[in-house]
């Protein structure tokens, strides 16, 4: 399901990470009394009155010339994010009142065409809401005052957000046809597979980290089953500046996530598995798409007998939660395995959707009782009644015990591992929800 997108932007140092931090209802971004400490663009999932999207948090944006690498990497982000963002969240010092780079950050808002909210942040009493009405010379409607330390005033900017968030009209969805995307950092040569796998060049391929600008959906018929490829990449670097882009191919990566069916990680046989590879592994995960890991470049590497294995070896170590996904090495250039891809998303597709008959999950879990009883606490053991499956895509079973905080999460992951050494599962994650008597979740 897609999660519109919500950009908090601004100056450094007015509270952006604050009132991140109380929406997403955890501390993730840090938090310091010292402007640019937030350098990477940090995402989180929040919820409000039931309807999900992601915060983006963003460093601050400056307009000065200098040659400091740090802001002007910060000011770049920034930019990205509302480029990409679905709402922004314009936050301002409602101590300090109207500065000149506010002013600044309010033309480029404006210019964007996108909603903006303007929040004054930092006013703590009722005595500063008299501070709010200055901001109308921004030009951006209705100023919205907060105190994010106190958490003064979110419900109502929370409702503003949501205001614009559902005119944001649903994907539709086709259930024959399977959503694929390619993700990963920039020049892994996702643009690359993309025209192997249709055959014809699709989408521009350049060896220039970031030429893909935006997602491209291409629609591709392969041996009786229609795919949707949706070909994702960094961002071009801007004039002449030096940035290390790695950590800006997270965003777009996040909307094609929610988008697909299956994911298709792409990693640089010649890198191998990086702290963006990891980030980027990590929502493919949380987000509970089918996944399959593709090691691009393959023809770069001096290979031996055992050169598949210690590659298969690092990358089962390095993204240990994705156990489950299939590993292909390939090489988009030699087209090396690139035509078993198409069978390995069908198939991980279908095992995201398989279904078990609850009798079957049953004689399973009595089985996996007698190898394995379940542990105790305190003297209590726990009891598990029956397993059901509730629902697919991802494949998610309740389990029925006396009390869920008997069920350590090591005896969980015992049961997981037991449904994928019976049923397969494979490039699919698996989620299991613990429900006692009294109808206590765990």
Sequence with gaps: MYKPLVAVVGR??????????????KRVSIVEDIPGVTRDRIYFDAEWLGREFTLIDTGGIEFVDSDNTIFTSMRYQAELAIREADVILYVVDGKTGIQPQDLEIAALLRSSGKPVILVVNKIDSVEQEMNIYEFYGLGLGDPVGVSAVNLMNLGDLLDEVLKHIESIPPAEEDEDTVHVALVGRPNVGKSSLTNALLGKERVIVSDIAGTTRDAIDTRWHHDGTDFVLIDTAGMRRK????????????????????????????????????????????????????????????????????????????????????????????????????????????????????????????????????TNPPPAKGGRPLRIYYLTQASVAPPTFVLFVNTPELLHFSYKRFIENRLRETFGFEGTPIRIVTRGKKGEDG
Aim: aromatic share 6%.
């Design 12 to 25: 450094p140092n007015v509270g952006k990470s604050t009132l991140f931090n109380a929406i997403v209802k």
């Design 239 to 370: 004039g002449k500046i030096n940035l290390p882009i790695e950590r800006y191919s997270v965003v777009r990566a996040l909307r094609s996530i929610d988008r697909s069916d299956v994911t298709v990680l792409v990693l640089d046989a010649v890198e191998g598995v990086t702290e963006q590879d990891k980030k980027i592994a990590g929502y493919i995960h949380e987000s509970g798409k089918g996944c399959i890991i593709i090691v691009n470049k393959w023809d770069l590497i001096t290979k031996d007998s055992k050169t598949p294995l210690r590659y298969t070896e690092d990358i089962r170590r390095e993204l240990a939660f994705l156990q489950y996904a299939p590993i292909l090495y390939a090489s988009a250039l030699t087209h090396q395995r690139i035509d078993r891809l198409a069978d390995l998303v069908k198939y991980v597709s279908e095992q995201r959707h398989m279904r078990v008959a609850t009798g079957v999950l049953n004689e399973l879990i009595a089985d996996a009782q007698l």
